[in-house]
Nanobody, 124 residues
Framework: QVQLVESGGGLVQAGGSLRLSCAAS????????MGWFRQAPGKEREFVSA????????DYADSVKGRFTISRDTARNTLYLQMNSLKPEDTAVYYC?????????????????WGQGTQVTVSS
């Protein structure tokens, strides 16, 4: 199956920035959208953002709107999440995911492939 590998996580102070990447490799498949989710200790997995691969339309959780920007490089099969003005509440493991649905939104069951996650820690 397709492999999704996240990178770019780390430790940053509140107000700082990070850019996450998700590289897709392996067997080719039809992909209409990709997204980011996050999970903090003791919490449920939470939707962050999604993008339609062809048209580029985007969705954001209210908690990150105006601070995070999702984008993709179609030539490199790579998904990005630019995170600015980071808050301690953003601390979580961040996962990228791919979907065959054009607008899967915040529903994890609409995504077909998942990465292993990358840790983001924001100190106050």
């Amino acid at each position: 199956q397709v492999q999704l590998v996240e990178s770019g996580g780390g430790l940053v102070q509140a107000g700082g920035s990070l850019r996450l990447s998700c590289a897709a490799s392996g067997r080719t498949f039809i992909r209409y959208a990709m997204g980011w989710f996050r999970q903090a200790p003791g919490k449920e997995r939470e939707f962050v953002s999604a993008i339609n691969w062809i048209g580029g339309s985007t969705d954001y959780a209210d908690s990150v709107k105006g601070r995070f920007t999702i984008s993709r490089d179609t030539a490199r099969n790579t998904l990005y999440l630019q995170m600015n003005s980071l808050k301690p509440e953003d601390t979580a493991v961040y996962y990228c995911a791919a979907s065959r649905s054009p607008r899967p939104g915040a529903v994890p069951e609409h995504y077909d492939s998942w990465g292993q996650g990358t840790q983001v820690t924001v100190s106050s």
